[in-house]
């Protein structure tokens, strides 16, 4: 049975404007139906496609192959002309699934799929494109709900109910109340955008220690921790104690080396040398001191030092920032399944914990105006987001958990922001 779409991004542009940024970096996972019917096409005598082996086998699941990048980068069936070669001779049904959807996510929640999207896409940073909510945009995501539900063989209704604590279900229309707080909260412009992420914060602390009311009560209450946190949470970031020199500062920058990387291409490095080149750069960024490595091609030359001294986040960046987090929050894409499996309240910790890092690394780019330092920043930190399997080891997750039940997650919030 189909399911609707709802809450679609509303807020968000998009078209896709052939930057082949996706092919590059993008890993296609296919599986073994897709591989044999792209086999079976005319495909061996095309100059545009070098000769195989076009597939590479991995293990996920339903997927045991990905698509095979060229040797100078690229997947192998992106032209020249940044042209997908399968979609320019078959049209876009041939294609992998994952490639079909990209950049959008479709998450079930219950009676109907929620629409994520991802940021790593130029487009979608820079909200570059047609409005998600017109009625084309919708009929497309219709269709590619029905596509994703033939694809996975289940539909929305066969999504367990969220945890908003481990062990500890919620429905999925009281996730939907929260949710609707949550974005309430992200979008009320009375403040700047990083105070309206501390009272988040500030929310789920209270919530964490026990939220009983369920049902319709549950709006009402959340509302009213809303109202109640609000006097306590400081109005200018300057004010907030910095985060602790050692070991908060420490962790943020160990978990910054993650999101801060970008692979250009996924035969570039490989086995032993993307390892060593992993611990060697992770090592400066946790000494925190000298130049920052080039991680990835948007940082400029620059020193850790100096990205610290670096003050003031104009306003006009909210704006940018706010699109994102309405984005991550309506979709669901912060908690379950799309996030390693994180409970509510965790997941959205970790969504919050994206703030500092975005905003240390456009400071780490003094040489773009600030909207599109951010823009690149969120770019970067989104392909990680939910996406980077480093993020769901246990000692990554533990570092992440440790940083913010010291409470330093507020403080390096506010820190970057000041
Ligand atoms: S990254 Fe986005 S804009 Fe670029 S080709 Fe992929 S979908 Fe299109």
Redesign the pocket.
Known sequence: MSHPIRNLPVVQN??????????RT?VGLVTDEEKRRIEALDLANDPKIPPGPWFKPVARGAYRWRLNHRREGGCVFLTSE?RCRLQERFGPEVKPFVCRL??FMLIPAGNHWRVGMRF?????AGNQGRPMADTESEKDLVHLSHLLEHHVGRSADAAPAPMILTGQELSWPDACRLVDVMVEIAQDRRDRLERRLRKCLAVVRICRAGMGVRGGQLSKFLQAVRSAVEPDIPREPATLPPPDPLLGRLLFRVLLAIFARHYHDTNQASGMRRALNRVRDGWSFARGRGRVPRVNDYLDEIRFEDVEQRQGIPPEVDETLERYYTVKLNSFQFFGPPNFDRPIWDGLESLILTLPMILWLSRAMPGQPPVEAVQRAIQLVDDHFGGDAMLGLPHIRYLERTLIERGDLEKVVAWYSR
């Not at 998009?14 to 092919?23: F, L, T, V």
């Open positions: 998009w078209s896709c404007h052939a930057c082949g940024n996706c092919c993008l940044n990209f950049p790593s896409c130029p487009s979608v």
